[in-house]
């Protein structure tokens, strides 16, 4: 499941790093270049846009509120007034038309659904003389459990005497969140923050030194004094990375002595390094040997928190249930929740496979989606809410779904195979799928030494993070695993006829299960999507990753290749412009098992610098 900052609205996903394309050259004369900013939903996004001397035209996105800058952008096309590009660290495309003489961009964001996309140059023009409340302010919220959080405020005039502030919670790595209604008028300031639901209110002081208010977010309200300062404090620079040359294909026994070599500088005094609390569990398997081994804080045996990856294991339940009869991919969802839950629609309706393949239309999160501990948020979500959510907005599907990534979708389908296998999630995926593969520690629920081996997770703040519970939605993301054991199912996804094998109802289906669960149903963006799996088709690699409050994971198997991969990280920090450190780490390994360049952290002999 993808991580939500804390108080942050999150809507793009996040990916793995993928091959950038070449950019175009704009037309001669475009007029394009300089910032530009567009807001999708409750995110403000800010385009850059260059064009070189030759015409060349290349950019990065930044989204604040998700703490993602610097996105590389790629793959432009401008043909007269028509600009297309894309944004492959988040699967995601952009296609338009330039108007008001490169003005404004007008267009659709392609991310599995088209939304409305639009960008403004940014036109902004300096007062000649600056208001006495322009300028850098910091202070300090006092906001439990996650304890203080430092909050810096930027503050801007314009020639026509209108205040402009950007937003940054430095803690969080979240930086340049817009405001909005932003009121001056001597000594009162008052601003709102739309994408965390906040607002500042307050008065400057006579020395023009300070400015002091009451911060309100729901329906909290904390003091928040904030201080003028010099300078602003600004983002960590991106770790540098390079991209290491092909080497011959990796085996499995050469790889720890590899990855301890590659990520030498991230080990030393990088994002993996002793000055964290970093520990990442590695397996890697071809032709059948096997490497497990840990990094920084983690052992081999640790146990993490798998998120999204749990939807792969939903997806082979779906498949054990097929195999045995009990279900049928085309069956409407609404004939497995309680009766009367929701009224059968007048036209089609989603099914199944609708779910598993994220083209049921159904939202990422539902809209009574409202957790009481922002730490934990799935908690106190459970099926009563889900039940009440679909009453609301019904089972219809819409005519023209297309892939759109949901944990609802997910984790309603694991919801209602319970509900027809006749116990829990937690029970159900044990009965059909980890005892069958003898995968002791794969579970929703930690018994006995396991809690002891679960290792502390670590949110975007560096902050120790809060565990995460799942009840209605499990499906989509409340497993545990270790590396050994996510080695073992991966496996059995390489070589389904060798799967668990017996005379048990799941233990005799499971195999062929397996190979169910790898069709190809439909597109996924610019991949194809089986049982949850993507499916990268150059690559003929399947691969999925997650995240939850202090987690983040990344795993991969490549039958015509016969290796396979998995990457655990304690750590819900990313890796720049690239996405999730776990990703990058995940996406490494199948390179070099593939013989391919591969994407390191700092210096390697003979690299090529990342564009």
Not at 114 to 133: G, K
């Amino acid at each position: 499941m993808q991580r939500p900052l804390r108080h942050i609205w999150c809507a793009l996903a996040l990916a793995a790093l993928t091959a950038l394309a070449a950019p175009l050259a704009a037309a001669p004369g475009t007029a394009l270049g300089g910032d530009y900013l567009g807001t999708l939903g409750p995110l403000h996004l800010r385009l850059h846009l260059a064009v070189a001397a030759d015409g060349t035209l290349s950019g990065t996105l930044d989204i604040p509120e998700q703490g993602a800058r610097g996105l590389t952008c790629s793959d432009f096309r401008l043909e007269h007034d028509a600009l297309s590009f894309a944004v492959p660290s988040v699967h995601g495309t952009w296609q338009g038309t330039l108007g008001d003489a490169g003005r404004t961009l007008n267009g659709t964001w392609h991310q599995g659904a088209e939304v409305a996309l639009n960008f403004s140059r940014d036109t902004f023009v300096a007062a000649s003389t600056p208001a006495p409340v322009d300028g850098v302010w910091l202070g300090a919220l006092e906001a439990p459990p996650q304890g203080t959080l430092r909050i810096q405020v930027r503050l801007k005039s314009d020639r026509d005497g209108r205040e402009y502030c950007v937003l940054d919670s430095p803690d969080q790595q979240s930086w340049q969140i817009d405001c909005g209604q932003v009121s001056w008028t001597k000594p009162d300031l008052a601003f709102e923050v739309p994408a965390v639901g906040g607002a500042w209110r307050g008065t400057l002081s006579a020395d023009g030194a300070a400015l002091s208010g009451s911060w309100t977010q729901g329906r909290r309200q904390l003091p928040l004094k904030l201080l003028r300062q010099v300078r602003a404090l600004e983002p960590p620079p991106d770790p540098k990375m390079t991209t290491a040359p092909a080497l011959p294909p990796a085996q499995a026994a050469a790889l720890p002595a590899l990855v301890r070599k590659d990520f030498a500088a991230a080990l030393r005094d990088g994002p993996l390094g002793p000055a964290t609390s970093a520990g990442v569990a590695i397996g890697v398997v071809r032709n059948g040997v096997r490497r497990v081994f840990a990094l920084g804080t983690a052992r081999p045996d640790s146990i993490f928190e798998i998120g999204s990856l749990t939807k792969t294991f939903t997806g082979l339940v779906l498949a054990q249930l097929l195999e045995q009869g009990k279900v049928h991919l085309k069956e409407p969802v609404r004939e497995l929740l309680p009766p009367g839950t929701v009224p059968k629609p007048d036209g089609e309706e989603i099914t199944l496979l609708d779910l598993i393949t994220h083209r049921s239309g159904l939202p990422r999160l539902p809209g009574n989606f409202n957790p009481a501990d922002p730490n934990d948020p799935y908690a106190d979500y459970h099926a009563a809410e889900l039940y009440g959510f679909l009453q609301q907005r019904g089972v219809a599907k819409p005519a023209d779904a297309g892939f759109l990534y949901s944990n609802l979708g997910v984790g309603l389908l694991g919801q209602a195979l319970a509900n027809r296998a006749g116990m829990s999630y937690a029970q159900l995926v044990a009965e059909e799928v980890t005892a069958p593969l003898h995968l002791a520690d794969t579970t929703v629920v930690l018994a006995g030494e396991q809690r002891a081996r679960l290792i502390q997770g670590y949110g975007a703040d560096a902050r120790p993070a809060h565990a995460w519970q799942l009840d209605a939605l499990a499906g989509a993301g409340a497993l545990h695993s270790t590396a050994a054991d996510m080695l073992g199912y991966l496996e059995a996804n390489l070589h389904p006829p060798r799967a668990a094998a017996g005379v048990s109802g799941a233990a005799r289906t499971l195999g062929p299960a397996i190979e169910v669960s790898h069709e190809l149903r439909a597109d996924a963006g610019s991949e194809r999507i089986a049982f949850a799996w993507l499916f990268d088709t150059q690559r003929g690699e399947y691969w999925h990753n997650g995240a939850t409050g202090g987690y983040t994971c990344y795993a991969f198997f490549n039958p015509p290749g016969d290796y396979a991969g998995v990457v655990l990280l304690n750590d819900s920090q990313t890796a720049g412009p690239n996405g999730a450190l776990a990703d990058l780490l995940g996406r490494y390994l199948s390179r070099r098992l593939a013989g391919e360049p591969a994407v390191i952290f700092g210096a390697a002999e003979n690299a090529t610098a990342r564009p």
